[in-house]
């Protein structure tokens, strides 16, 4: 742990290791920091904003910080293209990282040789630095074709009928495919495998009642339901979270069925190439499997604010 020197002003957080970058924002003096490295005459740090939960990473001036460590880090600059449109982060990752403005397919970046995790440090243009999933990276300029997942998205919970689900907790009334998809995206976000049984414990769901109380499901997710979406809309709204790096829980409208959205192939124009993890069957793997089976008019999201 690193603490800012005391200071009447507020120190400024800057992108980069220079006042030509782009602000972050600021810490206060005496304001506890996390030292990440050393940078030249400047030092990497990671710094909790107010009262939000989120945190962000920055660069502050040597002369401005107490308690620097020994970590070092001298970037070797190549570049690099983005595979497809995506949101960067303020640190590496998208679980409590605040993010900034989205950077277009084909865009060329400068890669740091820094990475943590599945996050990769790059430079856009000549004063913003961020982090963006190492996969959404290439050397070559990106085509169609390939696709887009989420990494680590393993989780699949309980397949089966809701008579299936009621005999193993007869807690999940009819709200077990629902359950199920919180499951899956909270131990997503929080890295570790948390079935139903935490859901109701954390009051995500009754045994009365079939609807959720998704905020309850994780201080990790900010979660946010849309109005239903029409057929014609879907698709967009889909790689658009996805591309953010978060899964997307899908209700259909007619049939009350939820399954969740992890990832998409390149160009996807219809449920065809969007896949899912659905509760009901492992054999549902688009999003065009579980429609056909369940009748519906349009769509509805379940997905978090970052």
């Known amino acids: 742990m690193a603490t800012m020197k005391p200071s009447s002003t507020d ?25 990440m490295w050393k940078e030249g005459s400047w030092i990497y ?14 660069y502050v001036q040597l002369t401005q910080i107490n308690g620097v460590g020994n970590v070092t880090f001298t970037p070797t600059m190549s570049n690099r293209y983005v595979g497809r449109g995506c949101i960067p982060f303020f640190g590496p990752g998208n679980r409590g990282y605040s993010h900034t403005d989205a950077i277009p397919q084909k865009a060329v970046v400068q890669y740091t040789g820094k990475k943590i995790g599945n996050y990769a440090f790059v430079q856009y243009s000549s004063n913003r630095r961020f982090w963006i999933f190492d996969n959404n990276l290439s050397t070559t300029m990106p085509t169609t074709g390939g696709y887009y997942t989420l990494p680590n998205f393993s989780y699949n919970f309980i397949q089966g009928s809701n008579e299936d689900w009621n005999k193993l907790n007869p807690k999940f009334t009819s709200s077990g495919c629902a359950v199920c998809c919180a499951a899956d995206v909270v131990s997503f976000a929080e890295g570790k495998s948390l079935g139903p049984e935490a859901m109701y414990e954390r009051k995500v769901f009754t045994s009365t009642s ?21 057929q014609s809309q879907y698709l967009e709204q889909i790689k658009y979270h996805i591309n953010s790096g978060f899964p997307v829980v899908i209700k259909l409208k007619n049939n009350q069925h939820w399954v969740v959205a992890y990832g998409y192939s390149e160009g996807a124009s219809s449920a065809e190439y969007v896949y899912v993890k659905d509760p009901i069957s492992s054999n549902k793997t688009t999003l065009k499997d579980s429609l056909s089976t369940h009748s519906y008019d349009a769509l509805k999201f379940v997905y978090f604010k970052k």
Do not use: H, R
């Open 11 to 35: 120190y400024k957080v800057y992108q980069g290791p220079g006042t030509n970058f782009a602000i972050v924002g600021t810490v206060s003096g005496n304001e506890d920091v996390t030292f």
């Open 45 to 58: 740090i990671e710094y909790t904003v107010g009262n939000t939960g989120f945190k962000k990473c920055g």
């Open 210 to 230: 079939i609807e959720c109380n998704w905020p309850n499901a994780s201080t990790f997710l900010d979660w946010t339901a849309t109005q239903y979406i029409p």
